[in-house]
């Protein structure tokens, strides 16, 4: 029962961000003072020197009004935009590549962002608990204090700063990488995989850093609390070697709030690799962003936007069903 | 919350509890680490906020506008910097930017405080289905990713925007994570003894917020209010950075815009680069050291008194 209440309510939970996100996303062009019409209209007059006839200009408006689920109050735009979003996955065609379906640039720049982001999160969160779980057990050592050094200075560096940095260390003035990477296309061979591990690894470095500081620094804090715990003590006193006393008793029962702390921020570190993505032209989601904001595409734009909401929060909701199979309380409760 | 994304927030409230909770067992040496952590983050940023909001009534032109200068002048006594590709003093374009963003900073976390306390003190306090409601909000809030938003509505309202149109909407995005923390302390106030204690001596509700729970709250709004200041100075800096904020305003965020998009790497003008990352980076430990600093100094008083 405590199990099923929990997926339930988790379940719940899910479904309304959706719903509030989806919804937001909705409302943001409709409650702005611009109309994406009348920009596209203009820029389409300014590429024909202004030679389209007020008839064209009409037709077109209309045109685009359907095509973007303009038309109709906005009940019926709502309704017809939810279905088309959550039924059909169609955000219609982009702007810039048109006839390119959006859901095809996605779906094809998704594994991009999702290697990088699963990989480097899961690095940075393995290290940086490692590393704080060592620098809260020993925190009477002074040793530890220098491990917390390296949170306190790593994590209130703002990302595009580490990236800008990374870029500047690694790529000039040690040259090991890069300056502007070049991904390979088409079919995969063993030669292409590395040399996009190769072009992969500094925003990869980049995002690491990022999530390493503060998964020290947590850690840290929760495992001197866990450390000072009547049951370490009594460990002590049974003669467990310190090793088990860390791993087994303090470790296991400070990962839970991390496992918690990591479903929260993953819209963070989802934000921090479309930065990334941006600053080293990774051709992820981020990137793809980036140039239809430039571009006026919004239908690129609401997709993407659409997606980065569905998977944060499906992320969110795989990591809050695993955390049952790591808390016994909430099975026996 | 945030770009930073990587926000401040989620520490304070992970490491706030565990320390408050640390017993004084190593009083002598715990005081002297937390009274030089908030020490050596209010020097940096007394000297940080003092220097970029004094020096600009000296400034000798106003950095923002181009080609004031020669271009690409290398570090002089003229200019210690040297000048950027748009013929800009980057010395004096950086200490406006320091104005600038943490200006913005302050003002988006005056907003965010004011909303945040509202929110969660009321969700707390109140409870049952508003604040079963209110914090489904919350939670959605903190989940949607910021940036795609953000990049989203750089894109619609870009070129008619003002700086402070930015500060609005970064506080519109940004109040979730600090109402979480509030929320979460006025659940626990709740069922404090002392609050308790006071009801029944007989003070009225004015004299328990004002005596009780202010004293307590504000040191967590204070920190608060400094991660949000963090937040809200990364989260500019982050659209600036890729062009979806007002460039034309320098901040820390808008100079970096600028040097990345002349190539300041290939072309060999370091300062240009380096001289932002380092005032950021110093900014920004500046403004953690005191929000951590802050925090312990609090905590380790509760436990003493």
Known sequence: MGVLAYVAKRFGLYLAVLFIGLTITFMLPRLMPINPVDGYIGQIQSRANGTLTPEAIEEMRANLEVLYGLKGDILTQYFSYLKRVVIDFDFGPSFTYYPTEVSTMIVTALPWTLGLLLTSTMIAWLLGNMVGLVAGYFHKHKAASVLEFVGILLYPIPYYILAVTVLLLLAYIFPIFPLSPTFPVGEMTWAKVGMIIYNSLLPAITLVLAGFGWNILSMKALAVATTEEPYVTYARLKGASNWTRMTRYVFRNALLPQVTALALSLGMIFNGALLTEIIFSYPGIGLIMRTAATGGDYNVLYGAITLSILAVATAGLVIDLIYPLLDPRIRTK | ?305
């Open chain 2, 1 to 305: 919350m945030s770009m930073d994304i990587n926000n401040a927030d989620p520490v304070a409230l992970v490491v706030a509890p565990p320390v408050a909770g640390k017993p004084g067992r190593r009083k002598g040496g715990l005081l002297w680490l937390l009274n030089a952590r908030l020490a050596v983050g209010l020097v940096i940023l007394l000297v940080m906020g003092l220097g970029s909001f004094i020096l600009p009534y000296f400034a000798p032109a106003d950095p923002s506008v181009q080609a004031t200068y020669m271009r690409n002048l290398p570090m002089s006594g003229v200019h210690w910097l040297g000048t950027n590709a748009l013929g800009q003093d980057i010395f004096w374009f950086l200490v406006f930017a320091i104005k600038n963003s943490l200006m913005l900073g302050i003002l988006v976390a005056v907003g965010v405080t004011i909303v945040a306390t509202i929110v969660g003190l009321s969700a707390g306090y109140i409870g049952g289905a508003f604040e079963r409601i209110v914090m489904l909000f919350v939670d959605t809030f903190i989940t949607i990713p910021l940036l795609p938003i953000l990049i989203i509505l750089g894109a619609l309202i870009r070129g008619n925007t003002s700086f402070f149109t930015v500060g609005l909407i970064i506080i519109i995005f940004g109040w979730a994570w600090d109402a979480r923390t509030v929320r979460a302390m006025a659940l626990s106030l709740r069922e404090r003894e002392f609050i308790n204690m006071a009801r029944f001596s007989g003070a009225n509700t004015v004299d328990i917020l004002a005596k009780d729970i202010f004293p307590y709250v504000s040191a967590y709004i204070l920190v608060g209010f400094i991660n949000t200041v963090l937040f809200a100075i990364n989260t500019e800096a982050t659209l600036a950075v890729i062009g979806l904020s007002k460039v034309e305003v320098p901040t820390l965020g808008s100079i970096i815009f600028w040097a990345l998009s002349y190539n300041a790497l290939f072309t060999g003008q370091y300062p240009w680069i380096v001289a932002p990352i380092v005032a950021t980076v110093t900014l920004f430990l500046g403004l953690f050291l005191t929000s951590t600093g802050f925090n312990q100094a609090f905590a380790s008083k509760r436990g003493v008194s």
